[in-house]
């Protein structure tokens, strides 16, 4: 595909229940970033995925947050039990990974959580 | 741990006027500086980005400056547009190529 792909668009759920976020890079891209932007908030790193491996998850906010990538592809995004303060707009971003120079990401429109 | 401040938080100019959006980080150990455009209920586009070996860098209207030793970028656009409005958001690439954000400028430019 030409940009990253983000599903749902749109996600609203009850406390309590599980959640599946899914970003799909730019083809070729090695590395994958979620971040969260919470209403009124500035964006927060969560995960950073190069290839398959997380090197960085520094941003998790708790355990009930997990992430993978398979395939050095697609990633998904899991939220268990949700919370309330969950609620945001996830965003998923994508670069050709390191070299001489660091490479611009690429966001997707995110997914709009919300917990009711 | 790097903070990246955006000043203003908004600003509303008319139509023709050349602006300038200031972005401020306290550490000075990054890679890069990336300027974001970003559009109600969309995801970010990147505007330009500034290697930290740079202090400059222009597409078309926009003009964005580095000076790593003060912590700070500014990004000039020339000849606003109505079509330029959006939020403008600032960020910092550090270690691991992770992103800080600022917490943006909402540009409104009145036709």
């Known amino acids: 595909g030409a940009g990253v792909s983000q599903s749902p668009s749109n996600k609203v759920t009850e406390k309590g229940k599980d959640v599946e976020l899914r970003c799909d890079p730019i083809s070729g891209h090695t590395a994958l970033y979620w971040y969260r932007q919470r209403l009124g908030q500035g964006l927060e790193f969560l995960i950073y995925?190069?290839?398959?491996?997380?090197?960085?998850k520094s941003g998790l906010p708790s355990d009930r947050f997990s992430a993978e990538r398979t395939g050095e592809s697609v990633s998904t995004l899991t939220i268990q039990r949700t919370q309330q303060e969950d609620s945001a707009v996830y965003l998923c971003a994508s670069s050709s990974g390191t070299g001489l120079f660091v490479q611009p990401q690429h966001f997707g429109d995110g997914t709009r959580l919300s917990i009711l | 741990k790097q903070e990246v401040t955006q000043i203003p938080a908004a600003l509303s100019v008319p139509e023709g006027e050349n602006l300038v959006l200031n972005c401020s980080f306290t550490d000075s150990a990054i890679y890069n500086l990336q300027w974001f455009r970003q559009d109600p209920g969309k995801g970010l586009t990147s505007l330009l980005l500034?290697?930290?070996?740079?202090r400059e860098q222009t597409s078309g209207r926009l003009n964005a400056s580095l000076d790593k030793s003060s912590g700070r970028s500014t990004l000039y656009i020339a000849a606003s547009q109505p079509g330029d409005s959006a939020t403008y958001l600032c960020a910092v690439t550090m270690g691991a190529q992770k992103l800080v954000f600022g917490q943006g400028t909402r540009l409104t430019i009145n036709p």
């Open positions: 500034i290697q930290s070996s740079q």
């Open positions: 995925f190069q290839g398959n491996s997380a090197p960085d």
